[in-house]
């Protein structure tokens, strides 16, 4: 607890700031798991300039970085602005809240917008990687179905017809069966919806949270604002 030598201001706790510091290392570490997790930078560099994947891939780690440091930077001056009771901190404190607040409902409104786009742009990848390997056409993209496969822990696409084609016998890892394997695109759809849906709870949290910063820096501003007012009331100067 942090005391105000102000009487007519309350003593404030301070647990909302390291909440706010954990929520903000969470997205920075969620954010470096995502980028460079092995199944997400496999397919970004195998993605083609067309595809919609590595443009995706990137934006969203540069606005987990900046969201982050904006959240820790608030939680920061939000407590500095406690401590010495400044306008002016608290003032910066809630402008990083607004700044947050105004990133992450774009990115909430995406998500409902374009709820299926990561998980195309990724089939659409493996797609294309699939029939380049089916048509002979560059050794290159073998080993790259490949890495694909042991990365997802998947094997091929399932035909129909229930046969194994010579993309499966070379590509997948040894000892797995086509028919008793997982389907690739299946597995890169679970995947990602699973890893979507925690990122996007977070995201919901954060928004939560950041809403709440900005009513408790507000609240701070006119308790210091009007505090001040109040203890210099009543003195007067002779001239």
């Known amino acids: 607890f942090v005391c105000t030598q102000k009487e007519l201001l309350p003593c404030k706790s301070l647990p909302e ?13 969620l954010n470096t798991v995502t980028h460079y997790g092995l199944r ?8 083609l300039d067309s595809n919609a994947y590595r443009v995706i891939h990137h934006a969203a780690f540069y606005f987990g970085i900046c969201l982050s440091m904006t959240l820790i930077l608030a939680a920061l001056l939000s407590s500095a602005a406690t401590v010495r009771e400044s306008q002016c ?14 990133g992450l409902i774009p990115a909430a409104c995406w998500r ?6 990561v998980e195309d742009s990724m089939m659409d990848v493996y797609d294309f990687v699939y029939e380049e390997v089916r048509r002979n056409t560059s050794s290159f993209r073998r080993h790259e179905l490949t890495a694909i496969h042991e990365a997802f822990l998947c094997c091929g696409k399932h035909s129909p017809f229930g046969d194994t084609t010579n993309v499966e016998n070379k ?5 797995q069966v086509h028919n ?4 690739c695109l299946q ?16 995201l919901g949290v954060t928004i939560g949270f950041t809403v709440y910063g900005m009513i408790l820096t507000s609240f701070l501003w006119f308790s210091i604002h ?5 203890y210099r009331k009543g003195k007067y100067i002779l001239r």
């Open 226 to 230: 009007f505090s001040s007012n109040l």
């Open 187 to 202: 597995e890169i759809q679970n995947f990602l919806k699973k890893h979507m849906d925690f990122v996007f709870s977070l």
């Open 112 to 117: 409902y917008t374009h709820s299926t786009e």
């Open 17 to 29: 700031t390291l909440l706010f510091q954990l929520l903000g290392l969470s997205i920075a570490t």
């Open 40 to 47: 997400f930078t496999l397919i970004s560099n195998i993605s």
């Open 171 to 175: 590509t997948c890892p040894s000892g």
């Open 180 to 183: 008793e394997g997982q389907d």
């Open 89 to 102: 901190l608290t003032a910066m404190g809630f402008f990083c809240f607004a700044l947050a607040f105004c």
